[in-house]
Each structure stands twice: as structure tokens, then as C-alpha cells.
């Protein structure tokens, strides 16, 4: 049994979710670290040129005493300084995590999904492996939904100027606008629950295939939208209200107490991951419950398809079809 | 001109209007004539707000003060500017746009034109089909902004003449300080207007991207016929309201001793009243604003109370019983951020955060403006610096006085800039381009344009105060507001008046920073102590006992001449300033002491924001590593999230 299992599955899901998350921390240690690392590396040649710059200057004491503005917009004049000049580094480095994170989804939903109580480094990244290239899939179809999303923001601004330059309340464009865009915020997260749920079926039944899996899921997560939606918005809520109250006590942080200040971003940096994670959790969690109280060919929601070619033998152990491994196993 | 020209009596009736008049223009303590009152206005529109036109007659009468007869007079139609191949339009579309304006596609919508129907000389007979275009400036043969009529006799010197015009004037939406949005109209420049006899010749420029106006003081009535749910508010005065019993009112207006009218109207125009009491007097003041711009309101008239006050006491008086505040609404900021005389219009938003002071710094700008501008009016074609560029010297003494020198601009969630700062900011990347004496039409560009005649401007005045004193300059600002209000001074007399103030030709300083554009960059090169014992092989340094030679070497990298101080700081807390005429290309100071020198700032004061370089401005002996740490944390945290928000989308 898995402690899952062995625990209440009466117990919430977001609860639940989180109890894995934290069975299961040493991930989000593994993926923090590897944000602040990326990070670390994407600041440092700007790091390294503001310190040739200002290092002999007393300009910097308006910027660290306080924050200048004028100082820093002088700042960024400097041709060699010019800080949008690395921003590449940082885009760099961001897409870098981007990467590994999608390498790495494999593993973190193979290790929810046994959740046992150790964790094998070689069965992570072997797990990690063996997904890759079925999320890469995966992550190309949501390619449409999401510049789907793109392209309905833009009408949305489009008509929310339009309404503006007709009707003569003028905050009604900025009424529709923000309307627009908490619409456009929920089906985004739909459409990040739709392909979670998808990875979590490719990962829970070795799913090779990823469009009919990406569809299967659909189904699945438009028939369960209510729950799953207002998970995935709980845990959102969640990372964006400590990041409001993080915002409130950074206004409260000395302007030269860095070391605080750093601590603080960090500790947002940890809940917005842990956020990320945690719904990759509940969505598993979920998931298995599902599996668990309703027949597995109600699982797979649809008759396999005539033409669907059948799964071949998992090539490891760690992928049962059907029962779960004991947690002391 | 000289000011006691200004109050001869005028015969009875010739401009004055007082007639029309049941509330004086003027602030309790005043009486006119403050003008020479060159023209005087009469106009009648109607403003039909479907098709944002007005239809008009004017009746302008003209008084020939020039000393010679007179057969030309060249008008202004400065609506026609924004047509497809007008000047203004080209100038702007050739400089990527206008303030907030892009002027990239045409869009119908940006259509605007003045149209004469009918132009008669009052016994001269009707003119219309002798009415010319011309275009004094580029030659634009689709330039219609400016057209000359020949009287078929001159205007005798001393005599007066009269034009009666009739009128259509087509609104762009909001665009260069006029048009209308939704319901909005801001009727800015939609009269034809007579240019100005200066210096023996008319000056009636066309209409540019680059610059404003330039018109005669006189006296202005003005009725306008418009639907009754309307809220209108304008130039001076209002005199009467009637209803006309067909769904439209027409609401009169009176002003006396200024160059322009300007007016504006919506329904949903809230107005707000309150006084301000000034040495001539209480003054009103009264904002059109919105609903949705509630919580600005208080602020307007807090930071209008503010500058009148300083403008008071330390300028010379406001003489007009009112000033008009117009707030535009969303959509509508072109019509923003724009001054004509008793008439402003600012600009805030729904959202504006206590800590931002752009709403306070663009209510104090315009209203300033009706000192550099509109009393002192100065050619905006050609000298666009002497209202601007003294409005904006005006503006950064006001709010620094009002916020705080180094946070009157912003002051939120920890970050703070200054007004002078955000000039600077204007004048850096243009800071050898357009001298301020270069006709500011001909300006290189728009960036130009507002970094020279904004920032570059203020920053000379403010680094002259490292010369003259802050109180000479205000001094000098006094008795050049009190020489030249209601006249049309040139630079010469503004610069005159500052050296004859302080005392000293400031020659060298005029001819680089006003009819120059030479580059001023100040840098400490180098700041070092070495034991003066170095020689000695088993020599030990001591703190306190060790005897350093320290050299500092100060440099001149522009070609920009002015003398700098500099600031030496040393170990044992001592502190030394040396003033250096800054004409060589470099200096060296070398002190002997028992101590080691720390730091060396030029400007320790931070007044010379001419500087274009702070960076190179100070040497510290010891790494200083708190700013790029602090900056580097939050870069460090923008690229995290950055990389989350991504990993979030995969």
C-alpha cells in the first residue's frame, strides 16, 4: 500500500496533494535549487558588469540607500551596462529550467504516483527519460491552445478599446478588459489542468500514444471540470496571495537590508514552485482515486480505437497497468 | 517693451468689451489694461457634437501699433495641420509620432480643418477669393495652416481694422492639445487667428510637430451655442447662460489681456470649485473632471493651491479672478498636459498611486505655463526653451519646495526620483544635438525637441544656480516676469535680465549652454595615497602614523567649460573641498597627510545636472558592492520567475 492509500481517501484533495508534496519534498528541494542555480547564472554576467561599474563609485549609494531612479535610468544608459543587454542571458537560463522541467515531469509524477517512501535517483531520471519525448508531444499540441489564448487576449484588448473609444463611462473598457482577462486566466489554467491530467494518464497507464491520450483527457478533465478547475484555482490562489503578502512585507524590508530582501524573493520563489508541484500532485492524487472507484475500462473513458496498436511490454517495472506496487515493496 | 507703456489709457470702447462683461476677468485687486491689446475678438459658434464641428463668425478687430502702414495680414488655421500632407503631419509621422500619438497610419479619425467660408475687411468689401495659402517655413504647397489677404489699402499706423470670418472648424479625435473623444471636445487652436508683428515683420509661422504658439494679447468675447446638457468651461470668464428653449444653451465668455481662447465641454463633466487667495486677491479655481476621477480631485487643487502660492510669492502675481483645470478623460490624454491662458488641462488616472506625482507635476507644468507663456509670451515657434524650458526649471523648484527634493517626481514602494532628474533624463540621450537658441521648428527632432527645450533647459538653469545662488536666479525670474509680463520678449531679454540681476556677464555661460551645444562631462580620473616612505625596504604602514602622498586628479572630457568642486574625503574623517575653474583639460591635487584618501565626488552637491555623466563623478577607495547586490537580487528573482512562469506554460 502506498501512504496514500494507507491514509484516508476520504481526506481532500488539496490536502491530499499536499501531504504528497511534502512525502515527497525532496523534489521540490531538487527544483528549487535548480531555480536558483539557473537563476544564479542567468544574473551573473550582469552581476559582473554592474560590479565593474559601480564598484569605485559613490553613484551607487542612491541606488542601494534608497532607490534612485534617475540613478538607475543613468545606470542604464551606460552602453556597457545596459542591462536589457543581458536579458538574453536570462531568457537563456529560463528556458534552460523550462527544459528541465519538462525532462524531469516524468520522474516527479512516476515518484507521486508510487509514492513511495524513498526515492531512487536512477528510477527518477530513468522515469524522467522514458517521458520526455511523450511530453515534448504532449507540449506541442498545447502549442494551439495556448496561442488560442494569446490570440483571445488580443480581442479582448482590441474590444475593450473599442468599447472605450464608443461608450461614454469610461472605465467600462477597463471593466471588460479585466473581465477579459480572469476569463482568459481560468481557461489557461484549464488548459494546464487538461494536459497535467493527460502526462498523469500517459504516466499512471504508460500511455505511449499522446493523442489520444491528450483527447482522453480532455474528456476526462471537461467532465470533472468543476472539481479539477477549482483545485488547480485554490492552489493558484494560494501561491498569488503569498505573493501579495510577500509584496506587503517586502514594502516593510529597510532598502539596504539585501540580505532579507533576497530571503524573502526566495521564499516567494519556493511557495510559486511548490504551488507548480503541489497541483501536479493533487492531480495525480486525484487521478488515482479515479482509478481506484471506477472500473478501468470506464478509465480509459472511450473503447480503444480499432486502429490503436496495443501497448507493448513496459520496459520497466515501474509501470504497472494496473495494481500499484505495496509501499514497502 | 517697456512695462509703463502698458497702462497708457486706451480710448474708451476700442478693445474693451466690458460692455458684454457682468464679471470681471481680472483677481480683485487688478484692473486693465494689462496688454497693449493688439486684437480683439468676438466670436460666435455653435458646436454640433455629432459631427464635431463648430460653426462660427468672428469678428476680429485689429489695432496697427506696428508704426507702419499695413496691407497684409497672415492668419493662422491651425487645424488644417492634421491633413495628410500638411507639415505637422509629415514632421510628425517623420519623427515616429507625437507625445502619445503615433502618426504612423492616417486614420480619418485624425482629420481636422479649418474652413473660411467668408472673409470681408469691414469697408474693404469681401476678400474671400483673394485669401492665399502660403508656407513661409518649408514651402509646403499642401501646408494650409497659415493663408495671407491684402487689404486694397493699408491699415494706417495707429488705426484699427476690421475682419469679419465666417467659419467651419472640423475636430480631429484628440491629437496635439484639441479634438474631441467620445463625448469630450477640447477646442484648442479652432479660430482663424492673425500672427504677430515682431521685430518689423509678421511673424505667423506654420503650424509644426515640433513647436506651439504665438499670437497678440487683446480681449476676447466668445458665445457658444451648444446642447444643454452640456458642461463647458473656457478662456476667462463666464458671463451669461441663457436657454434657447430648443434643447441648446449659449454660454458667454469674457477675457481681457490674454493671447488665445481656449474651450472644452462634455455632459459628464463634474466640476469642482474652490479659491485660492493670492496677494491681488482670491482667485477661482475650477476643475472639470470625472466621476471616475474622484480621488484626483483633492490633489488637483491641493497641488494647484501649492504653485499659485510659490508662483505668488516668489514670481509676481496672478492677475485673472480664474483658472480653469480640465481633466480628460480616459482616452482622451492628448487633450492633456496643455496650457493656454486661464485654461489648463492636465491628466491622472483611475489608479493613481499617492507616492507618483505625475499628477501634481502635470497640473504645477501647465499652470506655470501661465507665467512662461501666457503673461510672458514668448515666441514658442523660435524659443520654445523661454516658456518651457523656464516653466520646467519653475516646475522642479515648485515640487521639490512641495515633495522633497529628491522624491518630487515618484516616491513609492521604496524608489524615489526627483523632478530635475526626470528632466535630466530628456536631456541625456540628446544632450548634443539643438543648441536652445536653434528656432525650435528646426529642431533635429521630437526627442530633441522636448530633451533640449525641457531637460537641457532646466538643467542650465539649475547648474547656473552653482554659479549665481538659488536666490539671485529666483531674483532674476522675479524681475523678468514683472519686466516682461504681457509682452513678447526675446532670449537676449531673459538673458539680460539674468546678468544684470546677478550682477556679472555670464557671456561664456550663455554661449555654451544657450547658443552652444557643447558637451559638459566632468570625471574624477584618479584617487590614490601612497607612503611617502615607499622607498624604505622594511617600511610598515600605520594607521595614523604613516605619512601618504595623495594624488587626485580631476578631467575635463566635454568641450563643455564651468567650474566644478570637488569633494576629497580622507580616513581620518577629514574632509577637504577644492573649486577648480575647469578650463584645462585636467587637474591634480596632492595632499600630504596622514591619512589615505577615501573618496573624491565633483559636484558633491548634486547641482550640475548638466553633467551628462554621473558615473565617472566620484572614486572610491573601497569596493562599493550594495548597489550591485541589491540589483542583482532582483534580477536574480525576475529571471527565476521568468523560468517559472515558462516551465509553468510546458
Known amino acids: 500500500m502506498t501512504e496514500e492509500t494507507m491514509a484516508s481517501t476520504k481526506e481532500g484533495l488539496l490536502a491530499a496533494g499536499a501531504s504528497l508534496l511534502w512525502r515527497r519534498r525532496g523534489i521540490l528541494w531538487w527544483v528549487f535549487a535548480m531555480n536558483i542555480a539557473l537563476g544564479a547564472m542567468g544574473t551573473l554576467p550582469a552581476a559582473m558588469q554592474l560590479n565593474k561599474t559601480l564598484h569605485h563609485t559613490l553613484a551607487g549609494e542612491q541606488l542601494f540607500k534608497g532607490f534612485d531612479l534617475g540613478m538607475f535610468y543613468e545606470l542604464l544608459r551606460v552602453p556597457e551596462v545596459n542591462l536589457f543587454r543581458f536579458k538574453t542571458s536570462s531568457y537563456v537560463f529560463a528556458v534552460l529550467f523550462a527544459v528541465f522541467m519538462l525532462f524531469i515531469s516524468g520522474g516527479i509524477l512516476e515518484v507521486y504516483r508510487q509514492d513511495r517512501r524513498r526515492i531512487d535517483t536512477g528510477d527518477f531520471f530513468a522515469a524522467s527519460g522514458a517521458f520526455f519525448w511523450r511530453f515534448v508531444r504532449l507540449l506541442l499540441f498545447s502549442v494551439v491552445p495556448f496561442v488560442f489564448l494569446g490570440s483571445l487576449y488580443q480581442q479582448i484588448d482590441k474590444f475593450s478599446d473599442y468599447v472605450g473609444d464608443k461608450v461614454v463611462t469610461d472605465q467600462i473598457s477597463f471593466v471588460i478588459w479585466l473581465a477579459g482577462m480572469i476569463i482568459v486566466v481560468l481557461l489557461a489554467l484549464f488548459v494546464r489542468l487538461w494536459f497535467d491530467i493527460a502526462k498523469v494518464r500517459a504516466v499512471v497507464l504508460n500511455k505511449r500514444r499522446m493523442w489520444p491520450n491528450m483527447w482522453h483527457a480532455c474528456v476526462i478533465t471537461v467532465r470533472q471540470l468543476g472539481t479539477l478547475l477549482w483545485m488547480y484555482l485554490r492552489i493558484s490562489l494560494v501561491a498569488w496571495t503569498t505573493l501579495l503578502v510577500a509584496f506587503l512585507i517586502w514594502t516593510k524590508i529597510p532598502p539596504t537590508a539585501i540580505w532579507a530582501t533576497f530571503v524573502l524573493l526566495e521564499l516567494v520563489m519556493l511557495v510559486q514552485l511548490g504551488a507548480r508541484l503541489w497541483q501536479m500532485a493533487s492531480a495525480t492524487v486525484w487521478y488515482k482515486r479515479q482509478a481506484e472507484a471506477v472500473p478501468a475500462d470506464f478509465m480509459d473513458f472511450t473503447t480503444p480505437q480499432p486502429q490503436e496498436m496495443p501497448e507493448p511490454e513496459p520496459q520497466l517495472t515501474l509501470y504497472p497497468e494496473t495494481e500499484l506496487p505495496p509501499a514497502d515493496a | 517693451m517697456q512695462l509703463h507703456r502698458l497702462f497708457l489709457p486706451f480710448a474708451v470702447g476700442l478693445f474693451c468689451s466690458a460692455s458684454l462683461a457682468t464679471q470681471s476677468p481680472f483677481a480683485p485687486k487688478v484692473s486693465g489694461p494689462l496688454s497693449q491689446r493688439v486684437v480683439a475678438y468676438q466670436i460666435d459658434a455653435k458646436y454640433d457634437p455629432a459631427q464635431h464641428t463648430v460653426d462660427a463668425t468672428e469678428t476680429l478687430t485689429y489695432r496697427n501699433l506696428t508704426g507702419k502702414p499695413l496691407d497684409r495680414f497672415p492668419f493662422h488655421l491651425y487645424l488644417n495641420a492634421f491633413q495628410p500632407k500638411a507639415t505637422w503631419v509629415r514632421e510628425a509621422h517623420r519623427d515616429g509620432g507625437f507625445r502619445s500619438s503615433r502618426v504612423e497610419e492616417w486614420d480619418e479619425k485624425d482629420f481636422g480643418s479649418n474652413e473660411v467660408t467668408s472673409f470681408e475687411v469691414v469697408g474693404m468689401g469681401d476678400l474671400t477669393k483673394q485669401m492665399k495659402f502660403i508656407s513661409p517655413d518649408d514651402g509646403n504647397p499642401d501646408d494650409k495652416t497659415v493663408f495671407e489677404v491684402r487689404s486694397p489699402r493699408p491699415v494706417a499706423p495707429g488705426q484699427e481694422v476690421q475682419f469679419k470670418i465666417k467659419f467651419r472648424a472640423k475636430f480631429p479625435e484628440v491629437i496635439a492639445r484639441t479634438g474631441y473623444k467620445r463625448t469630450f471636445l477640447l477646442a484648442g487652436q479652432w479660430f482663424p487667428k492673425v500672427g504677430v508683428w515682431w521685430h518689423g515683420a509678421w511673424n505667423c509661422h506654420q503650424f509644426h510637430a515640433l513647436t506651439e504658439f504665438f499670437a497678440d494679447f487683446g480681449t476676447y468675447d466668445v458665445k457658444i451655442t451648444l446642447p444643454k446638457n452640456y458642461v463647458i468651461g473656457a478662456t476667462g470668464v463666464q458671463t451669461s447662460d441663457s436657454d434657447n428653449g430648443n434643447g441648446t444653451k449659449t454660454v458667454a ?51 494647484l493651491k501649492g504653485t499659485m502660492q510659490r508662483f505668488d510669492r516668489w514670481y509676481g502675481p496672478y492677475p485673472y479672478a480664474q483658472i480653469t483645470v480640465v481633466d480628460p478623460p480616459h482616452g482622451g490624454e492628448e487633450a492633456g498636459g496643455m496650457e493656454y491662458p486661464t485654461f489648463i488641462t492636465a491628466g491622472t488616472e483611475w489608479f493613481a498611486f499617492k507616492g507618483d506625482h505625475e499628477t501634481e507635476l502635470v497640473a504645477e507644468h501647465e499652470f506655470g505655463h501661465q507665467y512662461w507663456y501666457g503673461m510672458v509670451a514668448t515666441n514658442e515657434f523660435e524659443n520654445g526653451w523661454l516658456d518651457e524650458g523656464i516653466n520646467s526649471y519653475s516646475e522642479v523648484k515648485v515640487l521639490d519646495d512641495m515633495y522633497g527634493r529628491n522624491a518630487s517626481s515618484v516616491n513609492l514602494l521604496g524608489a524615489q526620483e526627483g523632478d530635475a532628474s526626470v528632466l535630466r533624463g530628456y536631456y541625456l540621450p540628446v544632450a548634443e544635438t539643438d543648441s536652445l537658441s536653434r528656432p525650435s521648428y528646426t529642431d533635429m527632432s521630437e526627442s530633441s525637441y522636448s530633451g533640449v527645450t525641457y531637460g537641457k533647459s532646466a538643467a542650465m538653469l539649475l547648474s547656473l544656480e ?46 555654451q549652454a544657450v547658443y552652444g551645444t557643447q558637451v559638459f562631462d566632468y570625471a574624477v580620473l584618479r584617487a590614490d595615497s601612497t607612503p611617502t616612505n615607499w622607498y624604505e625596504e622594511d617600511a610598515t604602514e600605520k594607521p595614523g602614523e604613516t605619512m601618504y602622498e595623495t594624488q587626485v586628479i580631476l578631467q575635463r572630457k566635454g568641450d563643455f567649460v564651468f567650474p566644478v568642486e570637488a569633494e576629497i574625503k580622507f580616513d581620518n574623517g577629514e574632509s577637504i573641498r577644492e573649486r577648480w575653474d575647469g578650463k584645462d583639460r585636467w587637474v591634480r591635487y596632492v595632499y600630504h597627510k596622514k591619512a589615505q584618501v577615501r573618496s573624491v565626488e565633483l559636484d558633491p552637491d548634486h547641482r550640475i545636472t548638466l553633467d551628462r555623466n554621473y558615473l565617472n563623478n566620484s572614486y572610491v577607495t573601497k569596493a562599493q558592492r550594495g548597489a550591485t547586490e541589491k540589483i542583482s537580487t532582483y534580477w536574480m528573482f525576475l529571471t527565476q520567475l521568468l523560468a517559472h512562469l515558462l516551465s509553468w506554460l510546458v
Open chain 2, 253 to 303: 465668455f469674457h477675457a481681457e489681456d490674454v493671447h488665445d481662447f481656449a474651450w472644452t465641454a462634455d455632459p459628464d463633466f463634474k466640476v469642482i470649485e474652490s479659491e485660492f487667495d493670492g496677494s491681488v486677491g482670491p482667485v477661482k479655481i475650477r476643475l472639470l473632471s470625472y466621476t471616475s476621477h474622484k480621488s484626483s480631485w483633492q490633489r488637483y487643487v491641493d497641488v
Open chain 2, 466 to 511: 552653482t554659479i549665481v545662488g538659488e536666490q539671485t536666479l529666483k531674483n532674476a525670474l522675479h524681475t523678468y516676469f514683472m519686466r516682461y509680463r504681457f509682452t513678447h520678449p526675446t532670449q537676449e531679454d531673459f538673458l539680460r535680465t539674468v546678468n544684470e540681476v546677478a550682477g556679472r556677464d555670464l557671456k561664456w555661460y550663455w554661449d
